[in-house]
């Protein structure tokens, strides 16, 4: 339904920062909301900031204060800037589009570490 070009992750040191970026290069359904979910190792998926269709933010009460959500101008593109980073914060982030209450189209994944 959407293709996406994710890029930003890595290694970083516990209190650190990172940006990821999330740009739709190909789309052939439309958009109601966007943003980004981790999966860190043997957990569930879990959102962790989404604009819904108004482009209201919501966040993961875990990470409300360090990581904010932002679209560019175009809304092209979705980014996650991510602060104070913790070790427990290291996970595979997938960016998203929803389409409807049941499809939606997920990026491949961005690895991050946190670790010192």
């Known amino acids: 339904q959407v293709q996406f070009v994710e890029s930003g992750g890595g290694l970083v040191q516990p209190g650190g920062s990172l940006r990821l970026s999330c740009g739709v290069s190909k789309r052939t359904f439309s958009i109601s909301t966007m943003g980004w979910y981790r999966q860190a190792p043997g957990k569930q998926r879990e959102v962790v900031a989404a604009?819904?269709?108004?482009?209201?933010?919501t966040y993961a009460d875990a990470v409300k204060g360090r990581l904010t959500i932002s679209t560019d101008n175009g809304k092209s593109t979705v980014y996650l800037q991510m602060n104070s980073l913790q070790p427990d914060e290291t996970a595979v982030y997938y960016c998203?589009?929803?389409?409807?209450?049941?499809?939606?189209?997920w990026g491949q994944g961005i690895q991050v570490i946190v670790s010192s």
């Open positions: 604009f819904n269709s108004s482009r209201h933010k």
């Open positions: 998203y589009a929803r389409h409807s209450t049941t499809v939606a189209s």
